[in-house]
């Protein structure tokens, strides 16, 4: 039996998501770190061996939104990016559960994005289209994460319309030297349009931030924009 509260601890750290152009926070990534699993993906895949999966992405949103409430975060009134799969979405128990935690913190859905993860494979597109709409209209925002990397990533771009689209650090990377990202990146900002807010992750030199902001791109997130770290570093 994996008893999560027994066998792992874990906790989250803040990453910056900045505008390019004014080098401003725009919002802040929760981002899982455990001392037991150093790789994050390691501690997913080994709750989803032992069927778990559901609630320990559960568990995971819900001290997210703890610390967002233990530090009155909220009133920060920016955005807080939660990361979430997509068989958790879609599971008929996650509404009601989301319900339970926001009535227990008194959080108002209008600072959270829930951030999807490309790393599972969606089962069924036409019901996490449907959860998505339903969050949608209560308040919450929709970003679809590491776009470029899933086989299927484009499709969920199209058919999800998510309020933000938050494109695969590999397209980052030596950005400033490839003509060819460079040509790509510049499509998919004229893809989106305005309807959609393009986040480029993996920044980790101003070169290739350079080229993006001359590109169209107006967020980032990466290294070089800053790493996570406590919430405290970075609103102090």
């Known amino acids: 039996m994996f008893l999560l509260d027994n066998e792992v601890d874990f906790y989250h750290v803040f990453q910056p998501i900045v505008e390019l152009r004014t080098k401003e926070v725009h919002g802040f990534e929760l981002l899982l770190r455990s001392e037991q699993f150093k790789n994050p993906e390691h501690f997913f895949q080994y709750a989803k061996e032992q069927n778990q999966l559901l609630q320990v992405d559960m568990q995971s949103i819900k001290k997210a939104l703890l610390t967002l409430k233990k530090d009155n975060l909220s009133l920060q009134e920016i955005p807080f990016f939660i990361n979430v799969f997509p068989s958790t979405l879609m599971d008929p128990l996650f509404y009601d559960h989301l319900e339970a935690i926001l009535y227990e913190l008194h959080l108002q859905p209008n600072v959270i994005v829930f951030e999807i993860s490309e790393a599972e494979k969606v089962s069924d597109l036409t019901i996490l289209k449907t959860v998505v709409e339903r969050l949608k209209k209560k308040g919450f925002y929709i970003a679809l994460d590491d776009i470029g990397k899933g086989e299927s990533s484009l499709v969920s771009l199209l058919?999800?319309?998510?309020?933000?689209?938050?494109?695969?650090?590999?397209?980052?990377?030596?950005?400033?030297?490839?003509?060819?990202?460079?040509?790509?990146?510049?499509?998919?900002?004229?893809?989106?349009?305005?309807?959609?807010?393009?986040?480029?992750?993996?920044?980790?030199?101003?070169?290739?931030?350079?080229?993006?902001?001359?590109?169209?791109v107006e967020y980032g997130q990466g290294f070089f924009l800053g790493k996570p770290n406590s919430i405290h570093h970075y609103l102090a």
Do not use: H, W
């Open 159 to 216: 058919e999800i319309e998510p309020d933000i689209a938050k494109v695969d650090r590999y397209f980052a990377k030596d950005l400033s030297t490839s003509s060819k990202k460079q040509r790509l990146i510049e499509l998919m900002v004229k893809l989106l349009g305005k309807e959609t807010m393009f986040i480029l992750e993996g920044f980790e030199t101003e070169a290739d931030l350079n080229v993006a902001k001359s590109l169209g």
